[in-house]
């Protein structure tokens, strides 16, 4: 069993850029969660997609979205990247009626 | 709004020595909490998790973690620190009725003396 993998491990971008972040996760799950993790902080929750549909959302803005396919991978889209959003973004999995989530490794954005 | 509190942001312990993570939840209802342990720009692994029953639960790698409802807290602890254990150590509230978001503590970062 893989776990829950995480596409790419770090990245960089600039400013005003878009990012797509992508996860798949562990096998037989069908909830994907996604967490902002800034430096020296804990993750705070992004939104949660099941069913290909956004299932609940945290205190993020509009640029955050999100997509999740058949299969049960998700995508998480940033747009007009801005200094604040560089972080380590972590996508858990689960199943919908379960209460313990699985991490991926994360991803690291750096925005410059 | 539910919030997980942890009170020490910075621990110091010598090998061998016992430790005691603090954690302090503010969601009403019956809570369910988990320990997380993240290594650097690594993820997080599950230690231990509570939802109902004895208080006491056991963990992963040694860990242990006793729910107190008197006093909201969800302390986690460990008899003999190993080395390995240095790490940042995150304690979480699941809000099973708000979503099935975790809400996290801001962490405590463990560091372990020869």
């Known amino acids: 069993d893989a776990g829950v993998t995480q596409s790419p491990t770090h990245l960089i971008k600039t400013r005003g850029q878009q990012v797509t972040l992508r996860c798949s996760p562990k096998s037989g799950h069908d909830t994907v969660s996604w967490y902002q993790q800034a430096l020296g902080q804990g993750p705070q929750f992004i939104f949660q997609?099941?069913?290909?549909?956004?299932?609940q959302r945290g205190n993020f803005p509009d640029r955050f979205s999100g997509h999740q396919f058949p299969n049960y991978s998700s995508e998480l889209n940033v747009n007009a990247l801005l200094l604040g959003d560089s972080a380590l973004y972590l996508c858990a999995s689960s199943l919908v009626a379960a209460t313990e989530a699985f991490f991926g490794q994360g991803t690291r954005l750096t925005v410059v | 709004a539910q919030s997980v509190t942890q009170p020490d942001i910075h621990i110091t312990v010598s090998e061998g020595a016992s430790l005691e993570l603090r954690c302090n939840y503010s969601y009403g209802a019956t809570p369910y909490l988990f320990w997380y342990v993240q290594s650097p720009g690594q993820g997080l692994q599950l230690l231990l998790k509570?939802?109902?029953?004895?208080?006491l639960v056991q963990g992963i790698k040694g860990f242990e973690a006793e729910f107190k409802r008197s006093q909201s807290s969800f302390n986690l602890r460990k008899p003999s620190v190993h080395w390995s254990d240095a790490a940042e150590y995150f304690c979480?509230?699941?809000?099973?009725?708000?979503?099935?978001?975790?809400?996290f503590g801001g962490g405590t970062r463990l560091m372990v003396k020869p």
């Open positions: 509570y939802f109902s029953g004895d208080t």
């Open positions: 979480a509230d699941f809000a099973g009725n708000a979503g099935n978001m975790l809400t």
């Open positions: 997609y099941y069913e290909e549909e956004e299932r």
